[in-house]
């Protein structure tokens, strides 16, 4: 799937709609879901176009992986889940439920957060 630079996440990096921002570094930015799911709601997301995280995967530096993958922790830190625990989520493509396609991890946390998937 090709890169949609219209996509919500793309319109918040260039700065043309807002967002709740937690948290940026050289390739992240972390800001909190507009409806979250759990009391502690970010979602991470690279400043580079990958449609998700199998795109951003095979194509995305190694600077930029690690750059996400430090932001999450980063943000846990910042937000004091650390200790309690939390959860790490990224959906892709259609059977994952990716609704919004620009690679994003939600970071959940503030609560229990049950099970890890509803059982069929
Ligand atoms: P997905 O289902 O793609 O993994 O998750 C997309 C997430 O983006 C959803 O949790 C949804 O609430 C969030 N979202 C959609 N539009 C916006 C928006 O304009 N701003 C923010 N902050 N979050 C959004």
Do not use: T, W
């Given at each position: 799937m090709a890169y949609n630079p219209e996509n919500i996440f793309a319109k918040i990096l260039r700065g043309e709609i807002p967002c709740k921002k937690v948290y940026e570094s050289a390739h992240a930015l972390a800001f909190y879901d507009i409806n979250?799911?759990?009391k502690v709601h970010v979602l991470v997301i690279p400043k580079g176009a990958y449609v998700?995280?199998?795109?951003?995967?095979?194509?995305?530096?190694?600077d930029e992986i690690?750059?996400?993958?430090?932001?999450v922790g980063a943000v846990a830190k910042q937000l004091d889940i650390v200790a309690d625990g939390?959860?790490?989520?990224s959906n892709a493509g259609a059977n994952g439920g990716q609704e919004v396609?620009?690679?994003h991890v939600h970071l959940f946390g503030g609560q229990r957060l049950g099970a890890m998937l509803a059982r069929a």
């Amino acid at each position: 799937m090709a890169y949609n630079p219209e996509n919500i996440f793309a319109k918040i990096l260039r700065g043309e709609i807002p967002c709740k921002k937690v948290y940026e570094s050289a390739h992240a930015l972390a800001f909190y879901d507009i409806n979250p799911a759990a009391k502690v709601h970010v979602l991470v997301i690279p400043k580079g176009a990958y449609v998700s995280f199998q795109d951003f995967s095979e194509k995305a530096s190694s600077d930029e992986i690690a750059d996400l993958i430090r932001a999450v922790g980063a943000v846990a830190k910042q937000l004091d889940i650390v200790a309690d625990g939390y959860r790490v989520l990224s959906n892709a493509g259609a059977n994952g439920g990716q609704e919004v396609p620009h690679f994003h991890v939600h970071l959940f946390g503030g609560q229990r957060l049950g099970a890890m998937l509803a059982r069929a």
